[in-house]
């Protein structure tokens, strides 16, 4: 099974800057990943512990 690169250039053209922040949203985040945005943020809460404390964030 082989999995296809994502072209740096989808990457780099969803990142933003925020508040001094690069962030990339969780909607682009998951169209990158091909799954939907609830599917990765429920992943993300099962898997606290694998990401750094700032990896995501609400905005208000």
Partial sequence: MSKSLI?????????LVIR??????DKDLALLYGVETR??????KRNIKRFPSDFMFVLK
Avoid at 7 to 15: D, H, M, Q, V
Avoid at 39 to 44: C, D
């Fill in 20 to 25: 001094n922040q690069r962030v990339i949203l």
């Fill in 39 to 44: 599917a990765l943020k429920q992943a993300v």
């Fill in 7 to 15: 072209p740096a250039e989808s990457i780099i053209s969803r990142i």
